[in-house]
Each structure stands twice: as structure tokens, then as C-alpha cells.
């Protein structure tokens, strides 16, 4: 009697212990991993967009657009602008040509200051790091050191020197065009807006002030 009271309880306590450790299910698995891919993927997105962000470009305008060809399209616009490839490749013991004074500016301001290359005040901080009136520059880390036979940081600085405000102001409007192509007429406003002093009617004062002398003379 004892054991046909017992055999009940044996099978319910049996049924327990195998749903308590009883596998999980496919439709669990898959939504495990369904989590997982959902995670990886928003990460690498975010890492996509920091990067971007970083050098100031929307993502489809830096997928059009490379900093080592630049430098080419700075010089088709601008084919005065000094170019300072003279210098010694370490490599080959030839002459750099290709390693201009503007592929070392653009890549000084994206990859060593990592500055946005869409701002035209961005731009001019780094110009005004070369004429020494902002952040130092360093020897070590300057572009070319590492490949160059010679440092061209103290002839690059000297180059920037010897321009005058307005060499400047082309080169960096030149760069922001490149680089964002919408920002192309931010000189409309400027230009528009200088002319209006000279054509207002300046000259009603002096007469008004002269017709007071008169009137306080007599």
C-alpha cells in the first residue's frame, strides 16, 4: 500500500526536475540571436558615423571625395598657390612630387588636428597654426617627417608667411568648396553687402551740421 502511494508522487516530482531542465526551445535560440545581430549591427553604425563625423563630411559626400586627391583639385583652382615638392623621398632617393605643401596642410588639419573639413573657421585655426598664432606644431608628428628626407615643416610655415590675407582666404574658401559643395556661395552674402556703405546718401550730416555752423555764426 505504501508503495502504490509513493509511485504518484515519484512521477509528478519526475515531470518537475525535466521541465526545470528542459532545453530551450529553437524560437528562444532565435531570438537570442536575433538580439545579438541587432546590437553588432547599431555598433557598427555608430562607429561608421563617429568616423564621419570626425572629419566633418556627410557620408555621401566622403564617399565621393578622398583627402589624397584634394590637394590636385586645390591646385587646378589656385595654380599659383606654392607647392613645396622639392623634397627628397626616403624611399626612392627621388624627387616627391606628389607630396605638395597642400596635401601636408589637409592632411596636418584632418589627421593630426583632426579638425572638420567643412568650416571655413577650421580651416583658418589651421593656418594659424602654421603662422604661430594658435596651437603648436611639432616636428614629430608633422606630415612628410616620416617620409621625407627633410622636415618640410620649417619651409611649409615659411610658404604660409609669405602669403597675404586674401592667398589665404582663397585657399580656404577653395578647400570648404571642395569638401562641401553646398557651402559654394557663402561668399554671395559678403559680396553683396559691401557696396551698400559706398552708395548711402553719407553726404545729408555735413549739411545739416553746416547749415547748424551757419545758424549759430550769425
Same mark, same amino acid.
Given at each position: 500500500?505504501?508503495?502504490?502511494?509513493?509511485?504518484?508522487?515519484?512521477?509528478?516530482?519526475?515531470?518537475?526536475?525535466?521541465?526545470?531542465?528542459?532545453?530551450?526551445?529553437?524560437?528562444?535560440l532565435l531570438i537570442a540571436l536575433m538580439?545579438?545581430?541587432?546590437?553588432?549591427?547599431?555598433?557598427?553604425?555608430?562607429?561608421?558615423?563617429?568616423?564621419?563625423?570626425?572629419?566633418?563630411?556627410?557620408?555621401?559626400?566622403?564617399?565621393?571625395?578622398?583627402?589624397?586627391?584634394?590637394?590636385?583639385?586645390?591646385?587646378?583652382?589656385?595654380?599659383?598657390?606654392?607647392?613645396?615638392?622639392?623634397?627628397?623621398?626616403?624611399?626612392?632617393?627621388?624627387?616627391?612630387?606628389?607630396?605638395?605643401?597642400?596635401?601636408?596642410?589637409? &592632411?596636418?588639419?584632418?589627421?593630426?588636428?583632426? $579638425?572638420? *573639413? !567643412?568650416? %571655413? @573657421?577650421?580651416?583658418?585655426?589651421?593656418? +594659424?597654426?602654421?603662422?604661430?598664432?594658435?596651437?603648436?606644431?611639432?616636428?614629430?608628428?608633422?606630415?612628410?617627417?616620416?617620409?621625407? &628626407?627633410?622636415?618640410?615643416?620649417?619651409?611649409? $610655415?615659411? *610658404? !604660409?608667411? %609669405? @602669403?597675404?590675407?586674401?592667398?589665404?582666404? +582663397?585657399?580656404?574658401?577653395?578647400?570648404?568648396?571642395?569638401?562641401?559643395?553646398?557651402?559654394?556661395?557663402?561668399?554671395?552674402?559678403?559680396?553683396?553687402?559691401?557696396?551698400?556703405?559706398?552708395?548711402?546718401?553719407?553726404?545729408?550730416?555735413?549739411?545739416?551740421?553746416?547749415?547748424g555752423g551757419a545758424e549759430l555764426l550769425?
Amino acid at each position: 500500500m505504501k508503495e502504490k502511494k509513493l509511485l504518484p508522487w515519484s512521477i509528478i516530482s519526475a515531470l518537475k526536475t525535466q521541465h526545470v531542465l528542459r532545453p530551450p526551445t529553437l524560437t528562444a535560440l532565435l531570438i537570442a540571436l536575433m538580439v545579438v545581430s541587432v546590437i553588432v549591427l547599431d555598433s557598427a553604425g555608430v562607429s561608421k558615423l563617429l568616423s564621419t563625423n570626425i572629419l566633418g563630411i556627410q557620408p555621401a559626400i566622403a564617399q565621393r571625395i578622398t583627402p589624397s586627391d584634394v590637394w590636385q583639385q586645390v591646385y587646378q583652382q589656385l595654380p599659383e598657390f606654392p607647392r613645396e615638392n622639392k623634397y627628397i623621398s626616403k624611399e626612392t632617393g627621388k624627387v616627391a612630387q606628389n607630396n605638395t605643401l597642400v596635401s601636408r596642410l589637409i &592632411r596636418y588639419h584632418i589627421y593630426t588636428k583632426e $579638425r572638420s *573639413a !567643412i568650416y %571655413r @573657421l577650421d580651416w583658418k585655426l589651421t593656418l +594659424a597654426d602654421y603662422l604661430g598664432a594658435n596651437e603648436i606644431m611639432y616636428d614629430s608628428s608633422y606630415p612628410g617627417n616620416d617620409i621625407l &628626407r627633410q622636415n618640410p615643416i620649417e619651409g611649409d $610655415r615659411a *610658404a !604660409i608667411a %609669405r @602669403l597675404n590675407r586674401s592667398q589665404r582666404d +582663397a585657399l580656404v574658401q577653395v578647400l570648404v568648396n571642395i569638401f562641401n559643395p553646398n557651402s559654394q556661395n557663402t561668399l554671395a552674402p559678403t559680396s553683396n553687402t559691401t557696396p551698400s556703405p559706398s552708395t548711402s546718401p553719407t553726404p545729408q550730416p555735413p549739411q545739416r551740421s553746416q547749415q547748424g555752423g551757419a545758424e549759430l555764426l550769425k
